[in-house]
Structure formats: structure tokens, C-alpha cells
């Protein structure tokens, strides 16, 4: 995934540049979307209108980005790490599509062992066990129990 | 936000224990847990608070607590849809609403519910009566002035609604039908900012709940020029019908009803029949929905029949006209 | 003369016993959940609206206003503490006191937040009580062109937000404008890039969005930093600010303290300007505004005192017209109608001890907030002691319970999600996320008074610089244009490098 800057000599800053393209495809994707939505009504203004203005901006100055990037000399891309995002999204993504079903009591604790192994040092099971355990039921009592919030504690084969 | 390993082990020791005990709880006589009253609006708005008033009195007859829920989102129908897919044991109900059974149908095509069909009726709360009101200033008495001058100025009046889909805002659209124009509407996120330019004369009129405008109508901040319902209302008891101001098509309100979800059983649409229609003929409640201008039905009004009559008849008023007036 | 008798009234009701403990649990109740990341005040109040059922409503309000007090608060610690905004306001807190965190002042920040707050707010205070009237008049003089005009000056004002690149900045500032356009249309209720899915009918929520793109994309960001992976890199240094801090804060807090009182009373949006028209302002007058952005002390000092005054005089609005300015205010007109007040212009003359028990107990709320809060600068500090290995899943945890917690919608939590990821490429991609998150808040505003500006003018826009029939909002669109060119001009764009980039 990382991207060397070296490979990249034409441009002076790669990350200006993919950041540049990145936010005039941005533009271009809202443009495609809001293509249904009337561009004016009858005072000017209608419901396509501003998103239409916003979207042309940006692939305005995401172009300008680009350029500029091309031109003068500027940072080059960082070293994009994998685990970490897989682990903290995928154990973000696992609460979401659980606590419904599973409830904050068997959600918690997967969770927050999925999320411990983003860190790179060495995975410390039986304490990333015990602790998740100890925040889960921390959260328990906290969350539906204190402050009344109507999260699901309980699977819903127990409820 | 931490803790220690003991504390961790003896809050772990402590959820198991209370793992046992939910796991332990036997299928006994409804209600045996606490019931969910979805209110498709956010806290503190008209239909929640006739929600938080009528669930208080009803947990007292169920002997469960009425928990409120407030799940808000696209003019109230997230909330109901939630409570369409929910298990019809009678743990999760509904506070409808004039937008979310009546009108949405005509205003959301993707509806993913059908207000008829997908419920078990169990009663009307209350209805809310409509009030036109008007800024201040604005040269005219009383109704009939009033639409002579919307009939004679169509192109330059403005009328403020609480966004699309809203009940100021078709409750004005039905208005205009009725009074043949077709003026300018504009949109406001809400009730508060809308009123908030019709204190200080920014745009002409609109309709709104009783409750919402009451306050400011008494303190003359704005002017009432009808109330759209059969009766005057003891919290603005000078503000003529629309039937005695000569308007008498227009009678609409904005009405608070409890519903289950399709499939509940008899005895259970039963239990929570009566404790609706226990907690509505409540003198004290009745008494505190009175107070917020709200209409309060009898032990038949209350009942799961009127209220699908009721349904039945505000679907066939709503959906044709929000089609043909309102563009999505 | 009035003022005082009223006052002294006002108290007599606040200061009673059981209404004083009211006031100390709402407050406490109110900094726990703005410490929690994504709990908010607002489903905090509607669940525990029952529990005011049983109270009188004045005591039921001074616990409410507690909570309200409280959560403001308590969300400005955890965005020095781990760079968490729950809130539009506390993004601008983070930039800088998140940095003075890193740099071991931790404390300091806290500190000078909750002393900068405790002014700000007894000076709002002495205001709504004195000028409440009056200064509604000045509420009712905006309309939605000069609404319009004040978000553009704010947009304007929001590039001084980034540290670096400043086309960059307004780069971000437009892909923020893009994404408050999502959702349901208000005047036509056309769903706009929705992609048809229905949680997103009502628009991306803020706390997704800023959950996602600041907390979610610094740890990830703080996981990858091998050696610095504890907030606190160096020793903690003392825990309350030196006399050098308070005196370059003390003109800070007092310009944020004006600067809040006069944008809270504007009911349209005001108060969420407050906050970074404050850093703005700051920023444009330091000696010094290279600081900015990396542990300025007038960075969080201004912010927070403007954040506070305006928390109180938005209840300008509510307590004159009865109008609630914002969410939290309408619950707790809905819990004023439960009790069967209905608040309006007469609050004032008809319930005359709900009007000043509340004014008082506004009072006695900020200065119990100071007193729970200026202790616990100690245990908070202490926090960030906490191994990162474990702080972070506790962040995420919480983060997930509170997003989901908003409209009870795991979507949501999907959503901020996605917004950690994308946030983290912005990083990578050298874009400061904080111009596009106040672009997304200041956004959702403008677009709506536009429409109206436009509705009510028939199409024309000139509306906007029309003298005679809008002057603060012709006045405002060209102080707007005036700025936007000298930040344009090449004369002065050595200077401006100077005042804007590092």
C-alpha cells in the first residue's frame, strides 16, 4: 500500500497531488449523484442548486491542489499502516452490527479484543481479556443501568 | 473511565450475576417487563410530551413502566417503521401522529410502511387543534379579511411552515386549496425559527398547533385568527372555529394516537386499550392534555374502532391532495 | 434598583436547600455525560424527563439548565483530554488545548477553561438578567439575509482554523459545505445523495462526522507513532496556570466573554459562531499567532469564555418570546409544558420566581461547575497516565455506545465508521479536518437562510445588499468581501503567510 515518493519524481508533492484528484473525484461522485435534482427554480435557488456549487468548488480547487502539488515542492506520501484501521474500523463495524441482536453485554467485550490488536506491541491476551471485561460491565452498569439510555444489554434470546 | 484489575473482576463477577438473573425471568402474564413507547419526534415537542403525560398514567394500569424512546427522523416515519418491524408482543408501541398515519403516505413514496394495514390500532391520545395565525401587524380582523387580502396579494404574501412534510406545512397547504391560492411558502427548519420571523414580521402567516403558538398569542406577540376545530378551546378561548369565522371546510387537527405493531394479540391490544382509555378518561391527565390545547376523546373516541375509522378517513383526505400539491 | 431586588428574589428561590442539591446533580450529571464522547445533553434530559415529573418545575429546571451547564463543560475536557469534540463548539478547544494536552499542560488547559468559562458565564448571566428585553429586539432585527451574510463572514473566518496550506483549508472547507447538503431538501423534501437509505434522510449527524474524523483518525494516527504512543509525551507540568498564563489569558477570556454575549442572543445559529469566532479573533490579534494551532493558551481561553457567554444568553430567546433556540432548550420547554407552562412572552410578569429562580440558579450553576470541575483538573490529568493500550478501547467503546445512542441507529456508528477512515486519509493527505467540520455546521444553516433570503425576495440577490432594506446583512457581506480580498491580494500575501500559515 505505501507509496513510495520516489517513484513519483515528476511531481514534486505526491500528497498534493492524490490529495488534489482525490477531492475533484469527490466532486465529480456528487455531481453524478445530485444529477436528477433541479440546478434552479423559480427564485434561483432549488434543492440541486447548492450542492451543484459546492461540487463545482471543490473540482476547482482540488484542481488547484493538484497543480500545485505538481509544481512546487512539498511533502511526499506517508506510509499508510493496515492493521491499525482494520482492527479499530472492523471492531467499530462488529458494535454496529451486534449490539442490536447480541446487546452491549456479549458486544463489549469481542470488541473492544478485536480493537485491543491494533496495537503493534505484544498482544497481552489475559490482560486485554480481563480489562475487556472489566469496561463492558463498566459500560453496563453506566450506560442502560445510570443514565437510563435505551441501549440493548441483553441478547435478544434472553430478553 | 478505568479501572483496576480487582475492580474489573468484581464488576465482571457482578454482570454475570445479573446475566443469571435475566436469563432466569419465566414467560408470565403481559406486560412482565417494561413497554417501549416509540415517539417518532424529538423530546420536548407536542407529541412527545402528550407521549411522556399519557405513558405515565398507563404504566400505572399495566404495573410496568411506559418507556418513552424518541426516534426521530424523516417527518416521523423512522420511528414508526421501526415499530412496524418490531415484534408484535405488545413491548414496543407507537405514539403515531397525524404526519406519520395520516398524511406521510402521500409525501414519502418509499414508504416503508402502510398506516392501515401494518398496525394494530389501539386509541386516540389527543388531538391537537390548528390555529392560522398571522404576524401582528397584518391589516386584517379577522378570517374572512384575512383571505380576501391572501386572495388579493397571492403573488407577494409569504407563509412560513416547519419544513416539508411538516404539520404547519400541510395543514397550509390544505388551507391554500381550500382558499384557491397559491402563495409563496417558506421553509424553516422547525417550528421555533419559524415563528421566531413571524413575531418579528419577516413573513405573514401560518398554521401551527395550539400548543406551539398559544403562549405567544396570549402575550400578543402574534395575532390568531381561527382555530380549525369543531369547538372553541378553553386555552384561547377568544379565537373564533373556523366554522364561525366562515371557513368551516377547514376543520383539521393535528391528533396523537397509540399504535402496536400488526400481529399483536387480542388480549394484549386489549390491556393496552384499557389503559389508554383508563389514563385519557383520567381527570389529572385529562386535565394536563386540556391545559396544552389539546382535545381530549371519550371512552369511545379512545377506542382501537374510531381510531381505524379515524386512519382510514385522514388517508383518504391527506393522500390525494399531498400528491397532486406537494412535489418530491 | 429593579435588577437587584429581582435578583435577590431570583435567589431566594434558587438558593433553597433542595434546589441548590438539584442544581449540584444536574451539574455532575451534565459534566459526566459531556465527558462521555457522544453522549449528548439531549438524550441525556429526554431520559430523564421522568424524573422531573415528580419536581416542581422550577426545581425541575434549574436541574435541567444543570445539566445543560454541565455538558458543555465536561465536553470541552475531553476535547483537550483526547481530542474528542462532542459538540461544533469544542472543535475549536481541541485544536489547541488537545496540543497543550501533548505538551504536558494538560492541566493548564482545563483550568484556564473552567476559570475562563465561570467569567464568561456570570458575566451572561448579569446580562440576560439586565438586558433580557432590550437585546431580544436585537434577536428580532436578524432575518434570514443577515443570518446568511453571518455564516458567510463565519466561512470566511473559518480558514484562520487551519495551521497549514490555507487553499487546502478552503478546500476542506467546501468538501464540509458538500457534505451538509446531504439528506432530505427542506423545502421540497427531495432526498439528496442518500443514496435512498433512510438514516441519512435527515442528514449526517455532527457527532458522527467530527467522532469520526477527529477521535477515530487520532488514534489511529496515535497507534502508528510508535514511540509517542502515550497522549502525554513529556512530564506533566504543574496543574493549574502559571501567573504568565493568566495574564496573556485574562484579555482572551474577556473578548470571548463580548464577543459570546452578543452571538448567543442570535437564536439562527449565533451561538455555534461563538466558539471559533472567538479563536478567529484571537488568532488575527496574538503577537504571537504562529502558537496557534500548537498550545496557544488564548487558543482555548477566548473559545471557551465566548462558548460559555453565549450557552447563556441563548436562553435570551427562550425566556422573552418563548422560543427555544436550540434542542436542548425545546425539551425543557417540553418539560415546562408537562408541568403545564407554557413559555412565552409573559414568563416573565406570570411566573416571575420560574424567571428568576432560573436567572439565579444559572449562576449558581457555573459556579458549581467551577467548584466540581477545578479539583478534578488533578484526576483528569491523571488519566492520561493510562497506558494508550488500554485508553483507546475505552475511547472506542464509549464512542460507540454514545453515536448510537443519538437516534438509537447502528448506522450511525457504521457512519462514523467510514468517517474514521476517510479522516485518516485526510490526515495522510496533509487536510486539517476542523475548517470542514465548522463548514459542515456553518453550511446546514446557510443554505437554509439563503433559501429563505431568496424565497422572500423573489429570486433576486441582491437581496443581501440591499442598505435599506437589509443593512446588517449588506453591511456584513461586504466586511466578508473586504476580508476575503486581502486574504487574496498578492501585495499582501507575504503578510498574510505570516498571520495565517505558520
Not at chain 2, 399519557?54 to 404504566?59: D, F, N, Y
Request: hydrophobic share 50%; proline share 7%; aromatic share 6%.
Amino acid at each position: 500500500m505505501s507509496l513510495d515518493a520516489r517513484r513519483h519524481q515528476a511531481a514534486r508533492s505526491p500528497q498534493d497531488m492524490i490529495g488534489g484528484i482525490a477531492m475533484v473525484l469527490i466532486g465529480v461522485f456528487a455531481l453524478y449523484l445530485v444529477k436528477d435534482l433541479p440546478a434552479a427554480g423559480r427564485v434561483g435557488f432549488a434543492s440541486g442548486t447548492a450542492p451543484r456549487i459546492f461540487a463545482y468548488c471543490l473540482i476547482g480547487l482540488g484542481l488547484a491542489v493538484t497543480v500545485i502539488g505538481w509544481l512546487k515542492e512539498g511533502p511526499g506520501l506517508e506510509r499508510l499502516s493496515i492493521r491499525g484501521p482494520v482492527a479499530i474500523l472492523g471492531s467499530v463495524l462488529f458494535f454496529a452490527f451486534s449490539i442490536r441482536t447480541l446487546g452491549l453485554a456479549l458486544t463489549g467485550v469481542p470488541m473492544v479484543l478485536i480493537s485491543t490488536a491494533a496495537a503493534q506491541e505484544r498482544y497481552r491476551w489475559k490482560e486485554a481479556l480481563l480489562f475487556a471485561i472489566g469496561i463492558t460491565a463498566f459500560c453496563a452498569v453506566l450506560f442502560p443501568i445510570a443514565l437510563g439510555q435505551p441501549i440493548p444489554l441483553w441478547p435478544t434470546f434472553l430478553r | 473511565m478505568t479501572m483496576t484489575k480487582r475492580q474489573g473482576l468484581t464488576a465482571a463477577a457482578a454482570i454475570g450475576a445479573i446475566l443469571a438473573l435475566g436469563a432466569g425471568s419465566a414467560q408470565a402474564q403481559y406486560p412482565n417487563k417494561p413497554v417501549t413507547m416509540v415517539v417518532p419526534f424529538a423530546a420536548g415537542g407536542p407529541t412527545d410530551v402528550v407521549a411522556r403525560i399519557v405513558g405515565e398514567h398507563m404504566s400505572k394500569t399495566l404495573g410496568q413502566p411506559v418507556i418513552i424512546e424518541n426516534v426521530a427522523g424523516a417527518g416521523g416515519t423512522t420511528g414508526i417503521t421501526r415499530v412496524a418491524k418490531s415484534a408484535p408482543d405488545g413491548y414496543t408501541i407507537a405514539m403515531g401522529h397525524m404526519g406519520t398515519h395520516g398524511a406521510a403516505p402521500g409525501l414519502y413514496p418509499n414508504i416503508a410502511y402502510n398506516p392501515q394495514t401494518d398496525f394494530a390500532p389501539i386509541g386516540l391520545a389527543a388531538g391537537t387543534p390548528i390555529v392560522i395565525v398571522t404576524r401582528k401587524d397584518l391589516p386584517v380582523k379577522n378570517l374572512q379579511e384575512f383571505i380576501a387580502w391572501a386572495q388579493k396579494n397571492e403573488k407577494t404574501i409569504n407563509n412560513a411552515n416547519a419544513g416539508s412534510g411538516s404539520v404547519s406545512h400541510i395543514t397550509c397547504v390544505l388551507l391554500h386549496e381550500m382558499m384557491k391560492i397559491d402563495p409563496n411558502q417558506i421553509p424553516y427548519r422547525g417550528t421555533g425559527p419559524a415563528l421566531t420571523d413571524l413575531v418579528s414580521g419577516k413573513v405573514d402567516y401560518m398554521c401551527d398547533q395550539i400548543v406551539s403558538v398559544s403562549s405567544q398569542v396570549k402575550g400578543d406577540a402574534i395575532k390568531a385568527l381561527a382555530i380549525a376545530t369543531p369547538a372553541r378551546s378553553p386555552s384561547l378561548p377568544d379565537v373564533p372555529t373556523t366554522k364561525e369565522a366562515g371557513l368551516p371546510a377547514f376543520e383539521v387537527s393535528a391528533w396523537n394516537a397509540v399504535f402496536a405493531p400488526k400481529g399483536t394479540p387480542a388480549d394484549v391490544v386489549a390491556k393496552l386499550s384499557d389503559a389508554l382509555t383508563k389514563a385519557v378518561t383520567d381527570p389529572a391527565t385529562k386535565k394536563k392534555l386540556e391545559d396544552l390545547g389539546g382535545v381530549v376523546p371519550d371512552a369511545k373516541g379512545a377506542s382501537p374502532e374510531a381510531l381505524a375509522a379515524l386512519v382510514k378517513s385522514e388517508n383518504d383526505r391527506w393522500i390525494p391532495l399531498l400528491k397532486a400539491k406537494v412535489k418530491q | 434598583m429593579d435588577l437587584l431586588s429581582n435578583l435577590a428574589y431570583g435567589f431566594s428561590i434558587a438558593a433553597t436547600p433542595t434546589n441548590l442539591m438539584l442544581c449540584l446533580i444536574g451539574a455532575l450529571v451534565g459534566t459526566l455525560i459531556g465527558v462521555l464522547p457522544g453522549i449528548g445533553p439531549i438524550a441525556t434530559i429526554a431520559m430523564l424527563l421522568p424524573i422531573t415529573y415528580k419536581l416542581d418545575p422550577t426545581g425541575a429546571l434549574i436541574m435541567l439548565a444543570g445539566i445543560y451547564y454541565g455538558a458543555q463543560y465536561g465536553g470541552s475536557t475531553t476535547a483537550i483530554l483526547v481530542n474528542l469534540p462532542g459538540e461544533s463548539s469544542s472543535v475549536v478547544t481541541a485544536l489547541d488545548g488537545h496540543q497543550m494536552a501533548k505538551k504536558g499542560r494538560a492541566g493548564a488547559a482545563l483550568a484556564i477553561a473552567a476559570i475562563g468559562s465561570f467569567i464568561a458565564g456570570t458575566f451572561g448571566t448579569i446580562l440576560v438578567a439586565a438586558l433580557g428585553k432590550p437585546l431580544t429586539q436585537v434577536a428580532q432585527a436578524f432575518g434570514p439575509a443577515d443570518y446568511c451574510a453571518l455564516m458567510v463572514l463565519g466561512l470566511v473566518c473559518a480558514v484562520v482554523l487551519a495551521s497549514g496550506s490555507v487553499l487546502k483549508a478552503i478546500t476542506m472547507i467546501f468538501l464540509g459545505l458538500l457534505l451538509s447538503t446531504i439528506g432530505t431538501d427542506l423545502e421540497t423534501g427531495e432526498q439528496r445523495m442518500t443514496f435512498g437509505m433512510l438514516p441519512l434522510a435527515d442528514g449526517i449527524e455532527f457527532v458522527t462526522l467530527a467522532m469520526g474524523v477527529f477521535g477515530f483518525a487520532e488514534i489511529l494516527r496515535n497507534l502508528e507513532q510508535k514511540q509517542s504512543r502515550d497522549v502525554v509525551e513529556q512530564k506533566i507540568t504543574n496543574l493549574m496556570p502559571t501567573r504568565a498564563d493568566m495574564k496573556e489569558a485574562a484579555p482572551a477570556v474577556a473578548r470571548g466573554t463580548l464577543l459570546g454575549s452578543v452571538l448567543g442572543i442570535l437564536p439562527g445559529g449565533g451561538a455555534v459562531l461563538a466558539a471559533f469566532g472567538a479563536y478567529t479573533l484571537e488568532k488575527k490579534l496574538s503577537k504571537k499567532p504562529q502558537e496557534f494551532g500548537k498550545g496557544a493558551i488564548c487558543g482555548v481561553a477566548g473559545p471557551e469564555s465566548a462558548n460559555n457567554a453565549a450557552a447563556q444568553t441563548s436562553f435570551i430567546p427562550l425566556l422573552t418570546l418563548g422560543i427555544p433556540p436550540n434542542a436542548v432548550m425545546a425539551i425543557m420547554v417540553g418539560a415546562m409544558t408537562i408541568h403545564g407552562i407554557v413559555p412565552g412572552p409573559q414568563i416573565m410578569t406570570k411566573q416571575p420566581d420560574l424567571f428568576w429562580g432560573m436567572i439565579a440558579s444559572m449562576w449558581i450553576g457555573n459556579l458549581m461547575l467551577v467548584i466540581i470541575n477545578l479539583p478534578m483538573v488533578g484526576l483528569w490529568v491523571r488519566l492520561l497516565r493510562v497506558p494508550y493500550r488500554m485508553l483507546f478501547p475505552a475511547i472506542l467503546i464509549f464512542c460507540a455506545i454514545g453515536v448510537y445512542s443519538i437516534n438509537n441507529q447502528p448506522f450511525d456508528v457504521v457512519l462514523t465508521a467510514f468517517f474514521g477512515l476517510v479522516g485518516y486519509l485526510l490526515l495522510k493527505l496533509g487536510f486539517e479536518p476542523a475548517p470542514m467540520l465548522v463548514a459542515f455546521v456553518l453550511g446546514k444553516i446557510m443554505e437554509e437562510k439563503l433559501r429563505q433570503a431568496m424565497l422572500l425576495s423573489r429570486g433576486d440577490p441582491m437581496t443581501f445588499f440591499d442598505f435599506s432594506r437589509h443593512p446588517i446583512s449588506a453591511t456584513l457581506m461586504i466586511v466578508s468581501i473586504i476580508l476575503l480580498i486581502v486574504a487574496l491580494l498578492p501585495s499582501i500575501r507575504r503578510k498574510r503567510d505570516e498571520v495565517f500559515v505558520e
